[in-house]
Nanobody
Framework: QVQLVESGGGLVQPGGSLRLSCAAS????????MGWYRQPPGKQRELVAT???????NYADSVKGRFTISRDNAKNTVYLHMNSLKPEETAVYYC????????????????WGQGTQVTVSS
């Protein structure tokens, strides 16, 4: 059973920083892409950032220059470093990973974490 477990959310003041972590556990062949999404209250889930197994990254325009996504392939973990946080970035942040459970699952399947709350408020 593959699981993604996030950690690192919490309350932070505007302009502050947080680091989110997401670790994949279970039995699988490999992880393709990993990423972070967020869902503000009353809104739809949106892309924040993604990273490929080779380290190529993609960011939502709203977070470019402030957020950094990285991954440790040996630990099956993806991180999101968030700086200069804004109140409107209050949301539940979800980890996503495209995982090849078996070798022949060439395209992988999407898995989601349970979400971690980030609240930006003074």
């Amino acid at each position: 059973q593959v699981q993604l477990v996030e950690s690192g959310g919490g309350l932070v003041q505007p302009g502050g920083s947080l680091r989110l972590s997401c670790a994949a556990s279970g039995t699988f062949f490999s992880i393709i892409d990993m990423g972070w999404y967020r869902q503000p209250p009353g809104k739809q889930r949106e892309l924040v950032a993604t990273i490929t197994s080779g380290g190529s990254t993609n960011y939502a325009d709203s977070v470019k220059g402030r957020f950094t996504i990285s991954r440790d392939n040996a630990k099956n973990t993806v991180y999101l470093h968030m700086n200069s946080l804004k109140p409107e970035e209050t949301a539940v942040y979800y980890c996503n990973a495209n995982i090849r459970v078996r070798f022949r699952d060439f395209n992988g399947d999407p898995y989601w974490g349970q979400g971690t709350q980030v609240t930006v408020s003074s």
